[in-house]
């Protein structure tokens, strides 16, 4: 079910006549159920069933949430359920007003469970105020110290944060991120992890308390529609729990493993792609720079060619990098391209490659309101214009909102038509822009309440990209921006994730990649090679293999961050090109494995010597790729752990570098990890396990 959106019928439910006990699982994880009808719900057993450790509490009551003044402290009352194989469906009431339908469902081959919930108005007036609603599950208090790992979105940080009596966490309001959505519950002593994931970008919220001799997790959305209509349905985000035992990181994997098989689109041919991001905002030249552009890439490797902003009529021509003059245009600037972008794509595609463009939807050149943009679109606080203001560029951008049904189908027209009409292989979504307006959309003729802006505007952006990925469903969708870093609401429709445009220097990159990889797999997170200080100023081959390594722990590319023709990659330094040609047919070796199973053998900050290290394996561990980094560090070998292997099996290992290591078994790896040397500071090598 995509995050916000009303479920699929549950179909009938079997009423029972009396209390009953249901029993749900597979090999991996089960799950017990005590029910009475006109009752309570219980869990008596939440159980990591590999091996056997039970998180559910006591025999204390699982239920829906609601807050409302309209509603105080309602009453929750178990009214049916319908219990299928590794599936239990039940309905609640809540306070005669409300009625909760919920479903629990075992993920077949993993140790997940999935839960959908909905609320539903039946009453004959409309639910005011509603405040957030959600779920809680009560969890065993008994389990020693437990501790939450979790990532941040507003700066990319895995933290590990201690519990004792109360802990919370969000995902973040409009325009300011929180963490991502995966939350990994640790139990210290028994090393037992009940993970959290929740496919929605903003205005969730975990909760842990600890009363009535349990733990109660709470799981709650807060921006939200904040009324509900006589038979209005509201859907919570979908939610998934997953368990299992050993170090954190392991929950991270299963996490992704189950993203990748159940939610994520299918991984394409030579994926993760060698992209090519351009852009331009001079007067003259632009349509014959990109052009002369596209043979020397092709010929460096590279496998997507994608304009980036200022494409679209009534785009800069000043060179100052200005990419809001003309947005909201979905038409070509044929002054800047008078052979037109079609003609761009079919030389892109003659030489090999494939093509896309970049658009941001979320604000416009306030000079195309009225026309072709209406007032009535655009995002307002207060009945003020939500304005966007940059002292360099021409003119001032509104926001527009993406909860406005008119202007959400205006997107969806003009975008399936751009990826007809230019043959797009690959979409940039990019939500930039949006951190410099404060606040979100409360105006009354948008369809959604006065609170209600953010929520709406967030289903509109799921609609849009579901509407972009049934028809195309090899279409590449990159999501960009500062709001929906790391967002697993777009899970079902994106191969991409844009990290940040603070892509240099090498430390920061890595770190960012690092941090990451943890909540989509390395293969989405992007990070490209810019014609910046470090590259023009660094000339040992050594280094700049560790600048382009840096980016080649993910989705990599080249990119022309400020709009300027000199950017572009064929002037980049001599020894820099060298540097591509070099490291790109390695990156091409390996680079099936970063949509596989990560190992951050260090933390992402790295080790206590200073050195950094992520190691991605193959689905059947027969290959696996160590990426390693020295840093500042002072030490010049360091002892590497290896992870995942098959011990029975032997593995020839092949160094980027050149260094040479002697074949040797999973077992000997397993217990003795790597001994890599590096010379010099800031080196790094790439090291190739092949069974």
Not at 108 to 127: E, I, Q, Y
């Amino acid at each position: 079910m995509t995050a916000g959106c009303a479920a699929a019928a549950f179909g009938p439910v079997v009423k029972a006549a009396g209390p009953g006990a249901v029993k749900i699982g597979n090999p991996l994880l089960s799950l017990e159920f005590e029910l009475s009808r006109g009752g309570a719900a219980r869990l008596p057993a939440l159980r990591n069933a590999s091996g056997g450790f039970n998180w559910a509490g006591s025999r204390a009551a699982i239920a829906p949430l609601l807050d409302s003044p309209a509603l105080p402290a309602p009453a929750v009352s178990l009214q049916s359920w319908k219990a299928e194989s590794g599936r239990i469906d039940l309905v609640y009431a809540l306070g005669g007003s409300v009625s909760v339908e919920q479903r629990y469902e075992v993920v077949p081959g993993h140790p997940v469970v999935t839960c959908d919930t909905r609320f539903r108005n039946t009453a004959s007036a409309a639910l005011q105020d509603i405040r957030n609603f959600g779920l809680r599950i009560p969890l065993r208090a008994d389990s020693g110290p437990l501790e939450v790992y979790c990532a941040s979105r507003d700066s990319y940080a895995i933290q590990r944060l201690p519990f004792g009596n109360e802990l919370e966490l969000n995902g973040g309001a409009w325009n300011g991120p929180g963490y991502a959505g995966l939350l990994v519950l640790y139990a210290t002593e028994t090393q037992e992890m009940l993970l959290t994931g929740i496919q929605w970008e903003r205005g969730w919220r975990y909760r842990l308390s600890r009363a009535d001799g349990v733990i109660w997790l709470q799981l709650e959305q807060t921006e939200l529609q904040q009324s509900l209509a006589p038979g209005q349905t509201m859907a919570l985000p979908p939610i998934f729990h997953a368990t299992g035992r050993g170090e954190p990181d392991e929950a991270f994997r299963i996490a992704q493993r189950y993203i990748k098989s159940r939610i994520a689109p299918a991984a394409l041919k030579n994926w993760p792609w060698i992209v090519y991001d351009i852009w331009g905002t001079e007067a003259e030249g632009v349509e014959q720079a990109l052009l002369d552009e596209i043979q020397p890439a092709a010929s460096l490797g590279v496998e997507l060619f994608y304009i980036d902003a200022a494409w679209y009529q009534g785009s800069s021509r000043k060179g100052n990098g200005d990419w809001g003059c003309g947005l909201g245009n979905y038409v070509e600037n044929r002054e800047k391209f008078p052979l037109g972008l079609a003609h761009m794509s079919k030389q892109v595609h003659d030489h090999g490659m494939k093509f896309g463009l970049w658009v941001g939807p979320n604000i416009v050149d306030s000079r195309l309101v009225p026309h072709p943009i209406p007032q009535r679109w655009v995002a307002q606080k207060d009945g003020v214009d939500r304005v966007l203001r940059i002292n360099t560029w021409e003119s001032p951008c509104l926001q527009v909102c993406l909860g406005c049904p008119e202007y959400v189908d205006y997107l969806k027209q003009n975008l399936v038509r751009l990826v007809k009409e230019f043959g797009l292989d690959w979409l940039k979504w990019d939500n930039s822009g949006i951190p410099g307006i404060p606040g979100e959309c409360n105006r009354a003729d948008h369809g959604h309440d006065a609170g209600g802006g953010s929520h709406a505007a967030l289903l509109g952006q799921y609609q849009v990209f579901k509407h972009l990925h049934d028809p195309f469903p090899d279409l590449v969708l990159e999501q960009c921006g500062y709001g929906s870093r790391l967002d697993l609401g777009l899970a079902p429709t994106i191969r991409a994730n844009w990290l940040s445009d603070a892509s240099f220097p090498s430390t920061h990159v890595r770190h960012n990649s690092l941090v990451a990889s943890y909540i989509y797999p390395s293969s989405y997170n992007g990070a490209w090679v810019l014609r910046d200080k470090e590259l023009e100023t660094t000339t040992d081959p050594a280094l700049l293999d560790t600048i382009y390594r840096s980016r080649m722990m993910g989705l990599f590319g080249f990119g022309t961050l400020n709009g300027t023709l000199p950017e572009r990659v064929s002037l980049f330094p001599a020894a820099a090109l060298e540097g591509a040609r070099r490291n790109i047919p390695f990156f091409k070796r390996y680079r099936h494995l970063l949509q596989g199973d990560a190992y951050h053998t260090f933390p992402p900050a790295g080790s206590a010597e200073g050195w950094q290290a992520v190691q991605f394996n193959g689905s059947d561990a027969r290959q696996a790729v160590i990426l390693c980094f020295r840093n500042g560090s002072r030490q010049s070998s360091m002892r590497l752990p290896v992870k995942g292997l098959i011990p029975g099996q032997a593995y020839k290992i092949t160094s980027a570098n050149g260094t040479d290591f002697r074949s040797t078994t999973g077992a000997t790896l397993l217990r003795e990890g790597l001994i890599v040397k590096l010379a010099k500071s800031e080196m790094s090598d790439v090291l190739l396990l092949d069974a």
